[in-house]
């Protein structure tokens, strides 16, 4: 716990507010710091690059910019961070076969939960709780509960 | 059938407690991220050298050899901790170990190296870190060993120890090598 | 002494413990009286002695003892007493030595207050109670004890950490710590009930006080943790879907569904084994969370590794606490006969339907937090699950949830009437789809969630209204009529209304500060501005400042529109005494509509500051919703039918006091 503490406090403390150069063009630059929000800070207890004071953080900044720039598009330079980082960089987890389970999961749960709720339902409806006479024991027992009370008061 | 569905649960927990019992496996190393590089192709490295005269580096100079190369920094407290070992892989393992500054102002990594001794066989500035971004570095230090035929075989990051040098980094080469 | 004494009485606690688990137990299974009597005394003295622990164990950080080697880690001479108060708990060991004390608090309520439990329940309950505090007992008297000892003592410590030294964080473990465990004791009353082999509407009346109680602090705790994260961490953000918030979020999404369900076992004698088995995992999530935080089995990258005996320990406490009752439910479960029918268009349905969707969303939140670690398990590559999983999943379902509470009130028991119902609501769904199409024409361009999200919270907001207005017939009568209605309205059902007029306010804030935050970063120099949705914020000056203990750079911001001056913003970049990593203190203007948010970062060697401003609206919603929801929670719990438990005839009283 306080190790965990301690690297909170060691990258997650000021937001990235370090300098680099802005794009003059506020449109691009808008669609930098969406993609910085996009990217996982590689070395952070999940805080985007956009977010992040790390070095490594302020280094994929700047190579973003530089890339939007260059005029490559978002997907690029996403494939781009994938291919050196891995799918873990992407807070979005890709849509592919090993993370089929995950994105399914929740919607197949959903409709496995819904029929057993509807087979409960319709077991429910075939077995109506029949009522029936009370016999002489427990008539007799019935008084008495309604006169002493419960049973098992100590 | 009814009574199945109850079971359903317990099923649920001894799965998750088994994930579990394997995720706290002391072995499993949580520290590194798996470098998405290993088996592919290294990317090209093309820096200018630490000091003014000396010959740019490229790693096709080095293509046909094993080799190793580390990321470092005149600022970087673990890379100071981690040098004197750097002589090592060369000298127990015979593998040149190629030297990039990264983001480090070139005066800076020379003095660096003056101070600490030089285990490089060529050193390149990776000044505005593009070439460390090129590898999926995490900063720095970090260590990769670049097989004969150019592909990526292994990433070591964060500082090499005794321990490290010889349980991670050893094991990869011995292998690199056949 | 002190903390000898101290570690002394926690030995104590586990020996009550240890007694307290068995003999009650055994004593109910073979009809020993004084040994089902020996719970209430145990509990209480194991409460005694594990207070005086933890007061001593917090005299400690009062008075600054550096030979406590948790005090040293963890606590600075300087700081104010405040901190070094929260430092008790600010810190592995102490916090499960909280964990302990909340966990004892509960046991000895119920032996305070369950006079009117039947004896055999009341001492299994204890039992199992007691049971959970000697796994922790022991936990930490083997691996993390808090009051381990250097020697020799270190002149000065380390201070705690600065990110902890905020008022938010200070009391948010209490306060979610008195909901994740209060679970505790309604797992207890559901694993005795299970031995019992009964399940009725008293239990369920027992049962449900503790219920509301856990929920509404954990509400408040959950919430306490966003608002500082808002606060303190410098971008605005206040929810990140980070394994350790998701670890909180868990049992409090399932906690919902198990105070909906109870319900039904109460007033309809339905819905038994699910109840049950909603108990158990209640608190089975909050000691996953436990796990998960303590573990180290989720670390990210570059982490320390935490010591792994820990682990392992949480992990046998988490598997013989869920896995044990989880078996005795496989076996008695299915004896467990409901017996109120009910049409599937009802309310009972309505609460059936609001149970599957929050266990699906729970089962989404835990398949989210736990998949990059199974994928790295099994293939070894790491993948990062954040907002836009969970947007899409979570998010979606939760659009149904939010749409069928507004439904689920005018629904009658046994059989309700939905057409009856929609055209009740007919006005909610106007002023919903007014806000949908509000929002689009403020950003067309954003996330398809923001409008839907705007759509349901209104009408959840407006459908809770007119269930209320219609229950007390708001325009029917004369003035002294309709206050007397509302007078004479349950507690429970103003309960329920807070709760979800709050849960409505708060999701109208998410939405509109999730979609609708803009920023914008700059250099400044002194003297010059910055413009963010019409307002100008402009730097007058940066001067250095001491606080208690740290030293800070300060900034005045004068923030004005059209003109007229607003507001002065203060933010600080603070350095603390001995860690070397400096804070972020932003400085926030909330106003109604929005929030202006500033923050200060690192000088540029030239003069000029770093600066970077938000604009985040409909923030203040969340706390206020929020608040309204544990507004909520705390009406219900004062409403005396529920804290009575079950009723005593006079005749029986009489006779036992004879």
């Known amino acids: 716990m306080r190790r965990l503490l301690a690297l909170l406090a060691m990258v997650w403390i000021a937001p990235a507010l370090a300098q680099e150069a802005q794009l003059a063009d506020p449109a691009l630059e808008q669609r930098a710091r969406d993609l910085g929000r996009e990217i996982r800070c590689v070395v952070c ?65 959903l409709v496995l939960a819904a029929i057993g709720v509807a087979i409960f339902f319709r077991r429910r409806a075939a077995e109506p709780v029949r009522a029936r006479e009370l016999s002489a024991d427990e008539h007799s027992r019935v008084e008495r509960l309604l006169h002493d009370g419960p049973e098992d008061r100590a | 059938m009814r009574r199945l569905i109850f079971l359903l649960p317990i099923a649920i927990v001894a799965v998750l407690v088994a994930l579990f019992w394997i995720g706290l496996d002391p072995k499993r190393d949580k520290s590194a991220l798996p470098s998405a590089l290993v088996g592919k192709p290294a990317p090209a490295v093309d820096l200018a050298g630490l000091s003014d005269g000396a010959p740019r580096l490229t790693l096709a100079q ?61 050193t390149g500035t990776d000044q505005n870190g593009r070439t460390g971004i090129d590898f999926g570095i995490t900063g720095v230090p970090e260590t990769f060993l670049i097989g004969a035929d150019g592909t990526v075989v292994y990433r070591f990051a964060g500082p090499l120890s005794p321990d490290g040098l010889r349980e991670q980094l050893a094991p990869a080469i011995a292998e690199a090598k056949q | 002494m002190i903390p000898e004494l101290g570690h002394y009485a926690l030995v104590l606690a586990l020996v009550m413990a240890l007694a307290q688990a068995t003999l009650p137990m055994v004593g109910a299974a073979r009809g020993i009286r004084p040994w089902m ?121 380390e ?92 049992p409090w999404l399932i906690g919902t569904a198990l105070l909906h369900s109870a319900l039904v076992v109460e007033k309809r004698d339905a819905l038994k084994s699910w109840t049950i088995l909603l108990s158990i995992l209640t608190f089975g999530f909050s000691l996953l969370g436990t796990f998960l935080v303590r573990s180290g089995i989720i670390t990210s990258v570059h982490a320390f590794a935490d010591d792994p005996t820990r682990g392992v320990f949480i992990l046998a406490l988490l598997a013989i606490a869920i896995g044990v009752p989880l078996s005795l439910y496989a076996l008695r479960a299915p004896v467990l006969r ?209 606080g208690e203990n740290y030293l800070a750079d300060q900034a005045h911001f004068v923030v004005s529109r059209d003109g007229d001056v607003i507001s002065n913003l203060y933010p600080e970049r603070r350095q603390y005494l001995v860690q070397p990593m400096p804070t972020t203190e932003a400085a926030i203007r909330s106003m109604p509509f929005a929030d202006l948010y500033a923050v200060i970062g690192e000088p540029d060697g030239k003069g000029g500051w770093i600066v970077r401003i938000y604009h985040e609206p409909l923030v203040a919603w969340i706390w206020f919703g929020a608040l309204i929801m544990v507004a909520g929670g705390l009406t219900s719990l004062s409403d005396r039918r529920y804290r009575v438990g079950a009723p005593v005839r006079a005749g029986a009283a009489q006779a036992a006091k004879a």
């Open chain 1, 45 to 109: 207890q999940s805080q985007s690059v956009a977010d992040s004071d790390a070095d490594i953080a302020q280094e994929l900044r700047v190579m973003i910019r530089e890339q939007i720039a260059a005029g490559k598009s978002d997907q690029e330079i996403r494939d781009y961070l994938v291919a050196r980082y891995g799918d873990f960089v992407l807070f979005d987890p890709p849509f592919k076969g090993s993370t089929y389970v995950l994105w399914l999961g929740p919607f197949a749960i």
């Open chain 2, 62 to 122: 080095f293509k046909g050899q094993l080799v190793a190369i580390n990321f470092f920094a005149s600022w970087c407290l673990p890379c100071r901790a981690e040098h004197p070992l750097l002589k090592q892989i060369t000298a127990e393992f015979g593998v040149p170990v190629i030297g990039i500054a990264w983001k480090d102002k070139p005066e800076d990594s020379r003095a660096f190296l003056a101070e600490l001794g030089d285990p490089y066989v060529a």
């Open chain 3, 37 to 157: 009597q020996l719970a209430k005394p145990a509990a209480l003295a194991q409460f005694a002695f594990v207070v005086f622990a933890f007061l001593a164990l917090m005299l400690a950080f009062a008075s600054s003892d550096f030979s406590v080697a948790i005090v040293t880690q963890h606590s600075h001479s300087e700081q104010p007493l405040i901190y070094k108060l929260s430092g008790t708990w600010g810190n592995h060991e102490g916090s499960l030595l909280l964990w302990v004390l909340i966990l004892t608090i509960f046991g000895a309520l119920v032996a305070l207050f369950g006079e009117n439990l039947p004896p055999r329940l009341k001492a299994r309950t204890l039992s199992i109670q007691a049971m959970i505090s000697v796994g922790f007992l022991l936990f930490m008297l083997l691996t993390s004890n808090p009051f381990a000892r250097l020697n020799p003592a270190p002149v000065e410590g």
């Open chain 3, 159 to 250: 201070e705690l950490n600065p990110l902890l030294q905020d008022p938010g964080l200070a009391m948010h473990p209490p306060m979610l710590y008195l909901g994740y465990v209060g679970f505790s004791i309604v797992f207890s009353f559901a694993v005795a009930a299970l031995i019992d082999g009964k399940v009725d509407a008293a239990w369920a009346r027992w049962v449900r006080p503790w219920c509301l109680l856990s929920w509404t602090t954990l509400t408040g705790g959950i919430v306490l943790g966003s608002w500082w994260a808002y606060n303190e961490l410098g971008w605005g953000g206040w929810w990140f879907w980070d394994p350790v918030e998701n670890a909180s979020f868990m």
């Open chain 3, 338 to 546: 409901g017996g109120g029918l009910f049409a599937p268009l009802s309310r009972e349905g309505a609460l059936v339907m609001n149970n599957l969707l929050l266990a699906v969303m729970t089962a989404t939140v835990l398949l989210g937090t736990l998949y990059p670690l199974l994928l790295e398990l099994t293939t070894g590559r790491t993948i990062s699950v954040g907002g836009p999983f969970y947007m899409a999943t979570f998010g979606v379902l939760a659009l149904p949830l939010l749409l069928l509470m507004a439904v689920g009130p005018f629904m009658g028991w046994k059989r309700g009437d939905v057409r009856g119902a929609l055209q009740r609501l007919i006005a909610a769904g106007i002023c919903a789809l007014g806000a949908a199409i509000v929002a689009v024409w403020i950003k067309s361009d954003g996330p398809l969630l923001a409008p839907l999200g705007l759509l349901v919270g209104v009408w959840l907001l407006v459908g809770t209204l007119v269930e209320f207005m219609e229950r007390i017939r708001l325009f029917e009568g004369n003035p002294a009529r309709i206050w007397n209605r509302a007078r004479h309205s349950p507690r429970a059902a103003y309960g329920m209304t807070l709760a979800h007029l709050g849960l409505a306010v708060a999701v109208i804030g998410m939405t509109g500060a999730a979609a609708w935050k803009s920023e914008n970063i700059k250099v400044l120099q002194p003297g010059q501005a910055l413009t963010l949705q019409g307002y100008e914020f402009k730097l007058e000056s940066v001067q250095g400042i001491r």
